[in-house]
């Protein structure tokens, strides 16, 4: 690290002090020297000593077009001059409403309705009590179980966490969980295989479960085309569609969690699209704001929103809401995000810099420790393993992901491991060329890391 200011010592006082920050042992994070981010300016981060660094993972998978873009700051002023916060308990303001239509508009075709939260946990959440009392309301209520996948991530909220999968961050919460069922991913490189037996395998275990459990089962919740906290883990193409029809064969909703997928990051505008699909009800967040203010939305079907319509004394009003639900300062950035995607042919771009990536992330196969490369658009996982003929993972305790980011950042990009994987999801409107620059960043950190 280069020079230390007595300012940079003076946060970190601070920072021991009164934050405790998420997902981080603070033991380890106050024992080295953490990032203590100033300012950013494109696909850079700039801490309080004047270091600049690639944003390896668009800060934590939300950036998009940059930091301190010109277009999003001013939108955001704009409508500070107008208002801040309005509620949209029994009222509405004119940016979220803006949004719901431009939502629908992007959408898989069917899904109408748009709910507003604050953080893709929350759009989780709102879905699964959407699908709870979606059954209830149609006369159902036996209908209540949820099924999730192996390995999946949906938040970090009870309910969010009850459906997840990844014991390392869920296991501890058991006793305080509402009880579900889990289907196997389809994570070909560890399945013991070929890829087509492991699609079979997941599928025909999905098929049984939904034949036994139909009658209580309320939905299932899937992270579609990239399974992303897990570890980035692709579907085989087909595996959606095919998870999809069972579905709705078997009569049992299907909730796409695209918090992390959507706007563009696998290469195309939402996952679903790869496979033609749309979900009963889809969640959403991360980059809807282009990564600057916490807006969330789930979106609905008529079929879902139909089945609370009717008079108060019904009680089929939807009792959920938070303080912050449709902020339009939120509603607007995302807007004027929305914008940009267009007018520079996002998508487009974000498929012509994934090619080029995984033309540059071919050579990563050279080093000794590199397995696999998972790549959708530019959602890219790099899974280090002990043993490449035997695939023997690195056990945890090695912590041999966090080493190799831990490297990165002194070489100048940040980025974050999913235990063993090393995440690349830079923000979208990145260039070929710095590109290159980070993945040779990264390359160069795995090599001195694990060996060559
Ligand atoms: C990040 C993420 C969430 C949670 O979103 P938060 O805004 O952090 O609550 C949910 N699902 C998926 C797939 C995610 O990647």
């Known amino acids: 690290?280069?020079?230390?200011?007595?300012?940079?010592?003076?946060?970190?006082?601070?920072?021991?002090?009164?934050?405790?920050?998420?997902?981080?042992?603070?033991?380890?994070?106050?024992?080295?020297?953490?990032?203590?981010?100033?300012?950013?300016?494109?696909?850079k981060l700039i801490d309080v000593n004047g270091r600049e660094y690639y944003d390896g993972n668009a800060s934590v998978w939300l950036n998009v077009h940059g930091h301190n873009r010109r277009e999003l700051n001013e939108a955001i002023t704009e409508q500070l001059g107008k208002i801040a916060h309005s509620t949209l308990l029994g009222a509405a303001n004119v940016p979220a409403l803006e949004l719901a239509e431009r939502l629908v508009q992007l959408a898989p075709d069917g899904l109408n309705k748009v709910f507003y939260s604050d953080s893709g946990a929350e759009a989780v959440e709102i879905a699964l009590k959407m699908a709870f009392l979606y059954?209830?309301?149609?006369?159902?209520?036996?209908?209540?179980?949820?099924l999730g996948m192996t390995n999946a991530y949906h938040g970090d909220t009870v309910g969010a966490v009850s459906v997840g999968g990844i014991d390392l961050f869920h296991a501890s919460f058991d006793a305080l969980l509402f009880e579900t069922e889990k289907v196997p991913y389809p994570y070909t490189y560890r399945y013991p295989g070929s890829e087509e037996e492991c699609v079979e395998a997941c599928l025909e275990a999905l098929r049984r479960k939904l034949e036994e459990k139909a009658d209580v089962l309320a939905a299932l919740i899937v992270e579609p085309i990239v399974q992303g906290a897990g570890g980035i883990i692709t579907m085989p193409p087909g595996f959606l569609k095919a998870v999809s029809d069972l579905c709705k064969q078997y009569d049992v909703l299907w909730i796409a969690d695209e918090v992390a997928t959507g706007f563009g990051r696998t290469g195309r505008m939402f996952a679903c699209e790869h496979e033609g699909v749309t979900p009963d009800l889809m969640a959403l967040g991360k980059k809807i704001t282009g990564g600057y203010l916490p807006v969330?939305?789930?979106?609905?079907?008529?079929?879902?929103?139909?089945?609370?319509?009717?008079?108060?004394?019904?009680?089929?009003?939807?009792?959920?809401?938070?303080?912050?639900?449709?902020?339009?300062?939120?509603?607007?950035v995302a807007?004027?995000?929305?914008?940009?995607?267009?007018?520079?042919?996002?998508?487009?771009?974000?498929?012509?810099?994934?090619?080029?990536?995984?033309?540059?992330?071919?050579?990563?196969?050279?080093?000794p420790h590199v397995g696999d490369i998972r790549q959708r658009g530019l959602m890219i996982g790099i899974e280090l393993v002990r043993d490449k003929e035997t695939k023997e993972p690195y056990p945890w305790e090695e912590a041999i992901g966090v080493k190799v980011c831990r490297r990165a950042r002194d070489l100048g990009l940040i980025t974050r491991p999913l235990d063993n994987v090393i995440t690349f999801l830079p923000p979208l409107a990145v260039r070929k060329e710095e590109t290159t620059e980070m993945l040779s960043i990264l390359y160069q950190a795995i090599a001195e890391v694990t060996g060559r």
């Open 1 to 43: 690290m280069g020079r230390v200011t007595t300012r940079y010592a003076e946060l970190l006082e601070k920072n021991r002090r009164y934050l405790w920050n998420p997902f981080t042992q603070m033991k380890e994070y106050l024992d080295d020297e953490p990032v203590i981010v100033e300012r950013g300016e494109g696909v």
């Open 135 to 146: 059954w209830k309301h149609r006369g159902r209520p036996e209908k209540r179980l949820f």
């Open 296 to 332: 969330a939305a789930t979106l609905a079907t008529d079929e879902i929103y139909d089945a609370f319509y009717g008079d108060y004394a019904e009680c089929k009003t939807f009792f959920h809401g938070h303080s912050y639900t449709g902020n339009p300062l939120g509603c607007a």
């Open 335 to 367: 807007l004027a995000n929305l914008d940009l995607y267009e007018r520079e042919d996002l998508i487009t771009h974000v498929q012509e810099v994934a090619e080029h990536t995984a033309r540059e992330l071919a050579r990563f196969y050279e080093l």
